[in-house]
């Protein structure tokens, strides 16, 4: 009897078939480089971009989420975005720390730092991948790091803040 091909879903259509059974069998792995961080922080922009929301809702949210996790909102009082970071639990008795993102002629950067961006994607996805300024690297939400497709990011997107 002939072994059959597990259906692959969601994955770009092989340019080879030769890419096909590498794609099969290494379904998780492959996936995940397929999306970059960049790409998965622009289709997920409702999920980590609450400016409405204030720092006691922000507190709640990052609460039940491991550390690393973040949201950027936007400050009532200095009318400037914040970077929100989850911290691990016995980091501060409020396990959040904001940073202010401070914008200067046309490039966003944290407060402290010397690096900018050309928009705040990037400053989160450098983030995602280097600290720099911050007590380690940010971590994308579960659902949002485990995505194995644009659909499912977009899907993900759709929930907004309740991923």
């Known amino acids: 009897m002939a072994q059959q091909e597990e259906p692959l879903y969601d994955f770009p259509e092989p340019t080879q078939p030769s890419q096909r059974k590498f794609l099969g069998h290494q379904r998780g792995q492959g996936s995940l480089r397929s999306i970059s961080v960049l790409d998965r922080i622009l289709l997920t922009v409702p999920v980590w971009l609450q400016l ?51 914008e200067e002629q046309s490039t966003l950067s944290l407060e402290t730092s010397a690096i900018s961006f050309p928009d705040l994607p990037r400053l989160i996805s450098f983030y995602c991948v280097s600290r720099d300024v911050l007590p380690f690297p940010l971590e994308l939400p579960a659902a ?20």
């Open 144 to 163: 949002i790091a485990k995505a194995t497709s644009h659909k499912e990011l977009e899907s993900i997107s759709h929930m907004g803040i309740g991923w």
């Open 52 to 102: 409405s929301i204030n720092p006691a809702t922000a507190l709640h949210i990052l609460q039940r989420e491991p550390p690393g996790t973040f949201l950027v909102r936007k400050s009532r009082t200095s009318q400037r975005n914040v970077l929100c970071v989850r911290l691990a639990d016995d980091s501060v008795p409020s396990f959040v720390q904001q940073f202010g993102i401070t």
